[in-house]
Nanobody, 115 residues
Framework: QVQLKESGGGFVQAGGSLSLACEASGSSDFLNVMGWYRQAPEKQREMVAFITTGGRANYTDGAKGRFTISRDRAQNTVYLQMNSLEPYDTAVYYC?????????WGQGTKVTVSS
């Protein structure tokens, strides 16, 4: 059973930056995908970015150019650096781990961006 521990998030003014981290434990899968979704109030959960064990990163259009996803394979940790944050980025951000058809979720960390 994979467990995900998220950290980071918080409160920031528009134009500011925040960094999220997510450490996976209990995994023995060499090939996996880790990344982030987010869910704003009264909206559906949506993908933000993900990265493979090979380091290939993918972003949604809203994240491109502002967010950077990276990972430390040795620590099985994924990071999300978020710059130029705007109020519409306000959401609970969820880490995920996917491998072999199984998907695991973190508990979420809240990001609030004030105008």
């Amino acid at each position: 059973q994979v467990q995900l521990k998220e950290s980071g998030g918080g409160f920031v003014q528009a134009g500011g930056s925040l960094s999220l981290a997510c450490e996976a434990s209990g995994s023995s899968d060499f090939l996996n995908v880790m990344g982030w979704y987010r869910q704003a109030p009264e909206k559906q959960r949506e993908m933000v970015a993900f990265i493979t064990t090979g380091g290939r990163a993918n972003y949604t259009d809203g994240a491109k150019g502002r967010f950077t996803i990276s990972r430390d394979r040795a620590q099985n940790t994924v990071y999300l650096q978020m710059n130029s944050l705007e109020p519409y980025d306000t959401a609970v951000y969820y880490c995920f781990y996917y491998s072999g058809g199984d998907k695991y979720w973190g508990q979420g960390t809240k990001v609030t961006v004030s105008s």
